[in-house]
């Protein structure tokens, strides 16, 4: 099994790749598609936005069988996503949880815009979405414009973090679980990992 910090070393790794332009070109291998049709093994679970800019295989350069990943739009979890991580976790061994956010991100701005304007237009679903989210944005510090942006989209992720602790009892004792944030940059390509909180 793949430990939390070994993890870690090779999302970094694969992202490092995938900036220098030089994927290693594990999706497509043949072999190792046949080596996985009795199971998978997951080293780490993805709990990402649904943003179609922000793939976790190939902004991380992992193949198939490497990442569990589940996507929603702002990586809002609900009871049904915290039931799929911790399926990843309990039955297939992942042991380091990250949520990727992004620069930019689309159902952030949506939720701030909806703090501003109370009345403006959305779907139930998306209005759903939205409550999800705009607990986590409370407190930011910025005023306006990009900046709050950035900030809110941090804070997001950090939210994000806390709540798949605070909703799922297994993801909160395991003891050699970790969970972490991480921001996707769209400008560079880079992902940024958060500091971790203290009760990861
Ligand atoms: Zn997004």
């Given at each position: ?11 970094i ?15 497509s ?9 009795d ?13 179609s ?11 198939l ?24 976790v309990e039955h ?15 159902a ?7 703090m501003?304007?109370p009345e ?40 994000t ?23 996707y ?6 992902v ?7 009760d990861?």
């Open positions: 099994m793949t430990t939390a910090a070994e993890a870690l070393q090779r999302l790794d694969g992202n490092q790749r995938f900036l220098a332009g030089a994927p290693s070109g594990v999706l291998e043949v072999a190792k598609r046949e080596a996985l049709k199971g998978q093994a997951p080293f780490a679970v993805i709990l990402g936005c649904a943003d800019r922000v793939s976790p295989e190939l902004v991380f350069d992992q193949g069988g490497e990442l569990f990943v589940v996507r929603t739009a702002g990586h809002v979890a609900t009871p049904v996503e915290l039931g799929s991580i911790e399926y990843a297939l061994g992942a042991r380091l949880i990250v949520v990727l956010g992004h620069s930019s991100c689309g952030v701005q949506a939720t701030l815009g909806a501003e304007d403006g237009e959305a779907t139930p679903n998306i209005s759903e979405l939205i409550e999800h989210i705009r607990p986590g944005l409370t407190s930011l510090e910025s005023a306006a414009g990009a900046e709050r942006l950035t900030e809110a989209v941090s804070a997001n992720v950090r939210a973090v806390e709540g798949l602790s605070a909703g799922s009892d297994v993801l909160r004792e395991r003891g050699d679980l970790v969970i972490m944030g991480a921001v940059s769209l400008e560079t390509g880079a940024e990992l958060l500091p971790a909180s203290d990861a």
